[in-house]
């Protein structure tokens, strides 16, 4: 058993820690990111062919048009949505994949009624030959009331 120990601790000992959120590589490609988060209207699409999106009752769609179709039988409109500055999260992988995980204050029409929210957001972008788009995205309502957002 303590030799059980003694092993475990010098394989620990030995290991990197990779749950650090890499924030420095890829500095060209984050900022294309970042611009294309920042300047989304709702009328341009940033959307790849294959965009699989999650509605916020979890029905998948397989296309943009679908996902429009979607928010029509709801009676929802996009007004804006918004990132926080400082509650975004990006990961590349080798330059060509990026993983977001922002806060975003979002404004819409619900049947005729005014909306707003914070939700977090889970959005896959892939790198093609004309710049990113996204390929898949999800988001979450944040209750403000169970999980306070804290102001930077």
């Given at each position: 058993m303590k030799?059980?120990?003694?092993l ?5 000992g ?8 890499d924030?420095?590589?890829y500095?060209k ?10 300047q989304?209207?709702?009328?341009v699409s940033i959307?790849c ?6 509605g916020p ?5 397989f ?16 007004k804006s949505?918004?990132?926080v ?11 060509k ?12 029409v ?17 790198k093609?030959?004309s710049?990113w788009?996204?390929?898949?995205g999800q ?9 306070p957002?804290?102001r930077?």
């Open positions: 030799r059980m120990l003694i475990f601790l010098v394989i620990l030995n290991c990197k820690a990779f749950a650090q959120i924030t420095t590589s500095p490609e984050r900022q294309e990111i970042r611009e294309l988060m920042r989304r209207k709702p009328d959307d062919d294959d965009f699989i999106p999650v009752k979890g029905d998948i769609s296309s943009h048009q679908q996902w429009q179709g979607a928010q029509a039988k709801e009676k929802l409109v996009f949505v918004r990132p500055p400082g509650h975004e999260f990006i990961r590349i992988y080798e330059g994949m990026a993983v977001v995980n922002f806060l975003a204050n979002v404004q819409l619900v049947d005729g009624h005014d909306v707003d929210l914070k939700v977090r957001r889970l959005e896959v972008y892939q093609t030959s710049g788009c996204r390929v898949a988001g979450t309502e944040v209750d403000e009331k169970l999980f957002v804290k930077n």
